[in-house]
């Protein structure tokens, strides 16, 4: 090897993986948005890379990272499958950008706008497979994070 190892290599116990995200809500930056397609399906999907920043959970995740993996419908998919899709993508979109976007705006930008935009992250556990895993249910924007995370007792109510 190149790299020399000293005594702290000895001291230091063998990685065992990350624990599992809690479900929760997480703020996040885009880090990677990139197309790809599945070797073992073939299907196509918009993989998002999200870093967490803050947490409104126990624990300190910053710098912990999430993927999303948002499948591209293909024509013989169920109508809800389609839906699915739709409604996942527009909610990334509108939380990215903190307000409505349209179709035709959509068609214009290219996934890669969505790099260094804050949004949040609502986690859940997937246990549909051997493995569970931590999925994102939905997203929402920045500001919705600043509200959310006041205490009840310091909101202004008008």
């Avoid at 803050?54 to 948002?70: A, E, K, P, V, Y």
């Amino acid at each position: 090897m190149k790299h020399k190892f000293d005594e702290s290599f000895d001291k230091t116990e063998s990685f065992k993986g990350f624990e599992l995200l809690p479900k929760g809500k997480y703020l996040c930056t885009v880090t990677l948005t990139a197309e790809d397609e599945s070797k073992n399906t073939g299907r196509e999907y918009l993989n998002v890379k999200l870093n967490i920043v803050d947490s409104d959970q126990n624990g300190n995740f910053s710098g912990r990272h999430i993927m999303d993996f948002l499948n591209y419908p293909k024509s013989d998919d169920p109508e809800k499958t389609a839906n699915i899709f739709l409604a996942k993508i527009k909610g990334l979109f509108c939380a990215a950008f903190g307000r409505v976007v349209t179709a035709k705006e959509l068609n214009s930008m290219e996934h890669s706008v969505l790099v260094g935009k804050t949004l949040v992250a609502d986690v859940y556990h997937d246990d549909s497979t051997d493995t569970v895993r931590a999925r994102v249910n939905a997203y929402a924007s920045a500001d919705s994070w600043k509200k959310s995370n006041v205490p009840p007792d310091a909101q202004v109510h008008l």
